[in-house]
């Protein structure tokens, strides 16, 4: 699984233009590939570092005014993600059984994110200087113009530790967004409506908060097309990433906003709507897990015995909970899996998780309208209500637009958004038109041509067969290790 996911961000890195075409239509790039800059691990870091100072200073200005219960809140969702943080990096780039005690106290300083990202910059800058000889080599298929193009790409050390540095980074967005920024941002709104005035630090910590958060679920959505797709070359344009940034963020912000409201007029009810939801969220998988009788799988870590697996996969079963209780996680789990996803995607439940949700936020919406308390009396309580759900439907009609107009592999669904409002659509005049038919739109044509690209069909060709006798050698002896 490890070595999976880092093959899977060679993605990130443009490929270089020496390029050949084999007798089976195989492009064999000879060339390494021109690094890009560590974008996502630096920030990353300066998302950790920045909301880490911010709530440092808030803590401060609470001790200076005697608020001990914001203070010690705000302290606990600082350093419980933070020292998760350190872990995931340890774990990931498995420190622990080498050599390097500065890394390690760093780590005990809460500054392992600082020396992870200088040590990815220094690989970054490094790279190209000298000729390397490439590890492994990297097979996918690039789409393009409706055509599938099997293609391999020769990967040296530095392509690699970036590879994992990117990996690494990714996990620790995802655990410090929902692990810390999300109850902070929650904490600090609710602290702003009870003290009933803005504080500028708390107001900072509170945009630095929403901006992590965002890019946490960002994450999630990109690591989930990666995983699902994994044979394919997935590049996402940017109108992909402003349609998700719209979509998250205003999802979040609209959840969240919802909870605080509730919170505000029902103090004790909230605390048994959000375990309701953590609950339910963590032991659906377990559920399935034992419904279909399946094992825990034997390669998380070798080193681990079945006690350690399954507290690991309760602590990913966690995560994986407070993110759904905010937002759409993108992935299912699969407990009894290698890679611990379904691949499959289920618009069934994607519908049911919006479906519910909206009418979750809209019971607590209206919940807080009925006892709402005098302080909203300036505010004009409905126009907030119709704000939060236009909001909200907002965020669903752009991931809407993302699944049909912008999603990276969208010519493989074999039904896209229009065919399903279409069907529908077409269910509702059956009804109601003595059974009708219709033409096919001309979306479904689209995806009747483009069906021969749907997996598996499309399988990669045995790459080393284009190989030398010593180049194949190297292949197979680093899939045996």
């Not at 890009?36 to 709530?55: G, H, I, K, W």
């Amino acid at each position: 699984m490890e070595e999976g996911d880092q093959v899977e961000n060679i993605s990130d890195v443009e490929q270089s233009h020496h390029e050949s075409a084999s007798e089976n239509g195989v492009m064999l790039v000879v060339n390494h590939s021109n690094i890009q800059p560590p974008f996502s691990v630096v920030l990353a870091t300066l998302l950790y570092c920045a909301e880490f100072v911010c709530a440092a200073v808030l803590c401060n200005v609470y001790h200076k005014t005697d608020d001990d219960i914001w203070m010690g809140s705000t302290i606990t969702f600082m350093l419980v993600p933070a020292v998760l943080t350190q872990l995931a990096l340890t774990f990931i780039h498995r420190d622990l059984g080498r050599d390097r005690p500065l890394v390690l106290f760093l780590h005990l300083l809460l500054l392992g994110p600082l020396i992870r990202c200088f040590e990815a910059l220094v690989v970054y800058f490094k790279a190209g200087k000298e000729e390397e000889p490439y590890v492994t080599i990297s097979r996918k298929i690039k789409l393009k113009k409706d055509q599938a193009t099997p293609m391999e790409w020769e990967i040296g050390h530095s392509e690699r530790k970036l590879a994992t540095h990117r990996n690494a980074f990714k996990r620790t967005a995802v655990i410090q967004a929902f692990l810390g920024s999300t109850p902070q941002l929650t904490l600090q709104l609710y602290a702003n409506i009870q003290e009933k005035y803005f504080l500028p630090v708390r107001l900072t910590l509170m945009v630095i908060c929403l901006i992590s958060i965002t890019y946490g679920a960002l994450v999630c959505s990109v690591l989930a097309i990666n995983i699902r797709y994994d044979d394919y070359k997935v590049r996402l344009r940017p109108a992909a990433y402003l349609c998700m940034i719209l979509w998250r963020g205003l999802e979040i912000a609209t959840r969240i906003t919802s909870l605080v409201l509730f919170s505000s007029a029902l103090t004790y009810w909230v605390i048994l709507v959000g375990l309701g939801n953590l609950l339910f969220f963590f032991l659906q998988p377990w559920a399935e897990f034992w419904a279909r009788r399946a094992s825990l799988p034997d390669n998380v870590e070798k080193n681990f015995s079945k006690l350690g697996t399954t507290v690991v996969l309760s602590l990913v079963t966690f995560l994986y909970a407070c993110i759904n209780v905010f937002c759409w996680s993108a992935v299912q789990l699969d407990l009894g899996h290698r890679d611990l996803i379904e691949m499959k995607q289920h618009w069934g439940r994607l519908a049911a998780y919006y479906g519910g949700r909206f009418l979750e936020n809209s019971t607590l919406i209206a919940l807080w309208y009925f006892y709402k308390s005098d302080f909203y009396s300036y505010v004009c309580a409905p126009l907030l209500v119709a704000q939060l759900l236009i909001c909200y439907s907002l965020a669903v009609l752009f991931m809407l637009l993302f699944y049909q107009f912008c999603h990276p592999c969208r010519r493989l669904f074999r039904h896209n958004v229009h065919d399903c409002l279409a069907c529908v659509c077409c269910c509702r005049r059956g009804v109601g038109g003595a059974g009708e038919t219709h033409p096919h739109s001309y979306s479904t044509a689209a995806t009747m041509v483009l069906a021969p690209l749907e997996p598996p069909n499309l399988q990669p060709p045995d790459l080393t067969s284009q190989l030398g006798e010593h180049e194949t050698a190297i292949v197979e002896d680093m899939e045996v290790a």
